[in-house]
């Protein structure tokens, strides 16, 4: 499976944590204590959202 770029908006948490949503990906969203973590969960999540496309097809 190969990499691409998506762009995804960051948000911090009031009650602490971060955020990510993207509007490539309709269903991405992705909390994780720290951004690094928070980007990586994304990433996790992108990437199951897209197999889970390709096996509708």
Known sequence: MSES???LHVERLPE???LATSEAIQGLVAQGRTV???L???RDV???LLESQQLRR
């Open 40 to 42: 990586e969960i994304a």
């Open 5 to 7: 770029c998506l762009m």
């Open 36 to 38: 690094a973590e928070t």
């Open 46 to 48: 992108a990437r199951r």
């Open 16 to 18: 602490g944590g971060y």
